[in-house]
């Protein structure tokens, strides 16, 4: 078969050479794993509108899956061997549908937390059947781009169909029993990835991760997504601390999804035509001031425009990071723990961020975000600094 163990590189490959429905399957795959992304706003907001969870308990549901997803990714990627992934991908897709399905009758917040835990292991595996294919291609950022785009779709279109048909229908628990069918269906596609991926040179012990450069580009991609981790897990109260209701809020989070396609879309265009340093580097500068923007009580079209922006960049610095981790560790270990630092940085956001709000008053949440925005780009400095001197050492 094309993606055989052992086969060397192909035109766009470095090694393998997929065919264009095996690494569409393993996109779909991947998205699948990732699509409670889009749909914790609506799915995790009707359990707390039916009373199952307080708003504490609402915030640890959702750290424990997110912190599971970045797990899973992981340990997949780097300790399992990418061998047998059409069955790992069906067992991967069960498992998610049971727990889906288990989170529809779950009755406490401990078990929602077990149940949301569960799925996020699964989940995390499933973005690894995808990350590993994208790792072994030249174009590992536009690829990185198509995959962004797909998930985010996929999360638009599902998002829409639950908040309008199934929830208002069939509660949260509808919602869950959606998504477990989701999961089942797509065993259909699991059939199409490729069977083995052929194999990345990798070091024992995560020697070529466990570097400087590969540090500060994992803790860059880390940050960035901890100021927007924050700022999205507040946008309601912080909206409600300004006038802005909880409807107008969640007019502005649909209205985000839509621009985040638009972002993963731009960004396959122009990755090839950007330096990726010069992109994460405008990009944090842009999230900064996005987030000192919301940080300063801004009117209803300000708070529109910020809340936009930062949906837009979202997903546009994907393929950059993605090159960032590459230009890291050309043996692209690094690559493969993106998706877990970007993970990590979602779900320790809200969490560092909640640790500085006093009373009703969330406006140091921006501010962090602020922070973390600007140790992105700092992280990305000293990166470049210490490649520099590599080179030069060399």
């Known amino acids: 078969m094309a993606s055989n163990a052992g086969h060397q590189g192909n035109g766009d490959w470095l090694v393998g050479n997929p065919t264009g429905a095996e690494l569409a399957s393993a996109l779909w795959i991947g998205s699948v794993g990732l699509l409670i992304l ?27 899956e997110m912190i599971a997803i970045a797990v899973g990714s992981g340990v997949v990627a780097m300790l399992l061997a990418a061998r047998n992934m059409r069955w790992k991908s ?13 989170t529809a009758y779950a009755v406490s917040p401990n078990s929602l937390i077990a149940t949301r835990a569960v799925a996020g292991l699964a989940e995390g595996g499933l973005v690894a059947v995808a990350t590993e294919l994208i790792a072994r291609s030249r174009r590992a950022e536009r690829i990185g781009g198509y995959f962004v785009t797909i998930q985010t779709l996929m999360q638009c279109a599902l998002a829409l169909l639950l908040a309008l048909y199934v929830i ?37 012990h995560l020697a070529n991760v466990l570097t400087v450069p590969s540090m500060t580009a994992l803790l860059s991609v880390f940050c960035y ?29 649909s209205a985000s999804l839509a621009v985040q396609v638009l972002g993963a879309m731009t960004a396959t ?14 990009i944090g500068a842009v999230a900064l001031v996005s987030s000192l923007v919301l940080a300063g009580g801004p009117g209803l ?16 610095i994907v393929p950059y990071q993605i090159r960032l981790a590459i ?9 493969l723990l993106v998706p877990a630092a970007q993970l990590f940085g979602l779900a320790i956001g809200p969490i560092a961020a909640s640790l500085l709000i006093e009373g009703k008053d969330f406006r140091p949440v921006p501010e962090f975000a602020a922070a973390s925005a600007l ?7 000293l990166f470049v600094l210490v490649s520099r001197r590599r080179r030069v050492a060399a």
């Open 38 to 64: 889009g749909l914790q706003p609506v799915l995790l907001g009707a359990l707390y509108t039916e009373g199952h969870v307080s708003g504490d308990e609402l915030a640890l549901v959702a750290t424990a």
């Open 90 to 102: 069906a067992v991967l897709l069960i498992l998610l549908a049971l727990a889906n399905w288990w």
């Open 168 to 204: 208002p229908a069939a509660g949260s628990a509808g919602g869950f029993i959606a998504l477990a069918l989701v999961c089942l269906a797509s065993l259909a596609i699991a059939w199409k990835v490729p069977g083995d991926y052929a194999d990345l040179p990798k070091e024992e």
């Open 225 to 253: 997504f901890m100021f927007f981790g924050a700022v999205w897990a507040f946008l309601e109260p912080l909206g409600a601390q300004y006038g802005i209701d909880g409807r107008t809020v969640g007019l502005i989070v």
């Open 269 to 282: 265009v122009f990755e090839a035509r950007i330096d990726y340093r010069l992109a994460i580097a405008a």
């Open 301 to 316: 079209t300000t708070f529109w425009v910020a809340a936009l922006v930062m949906g837009f960049i979202l997903l546009f």
């Open 327 to 335: 230009t890291a560790d050309e043996t692209r270990t690094a690559v």
């Open 375 to 381: 140790a992105s780009v700092v992280l990305l400095g």
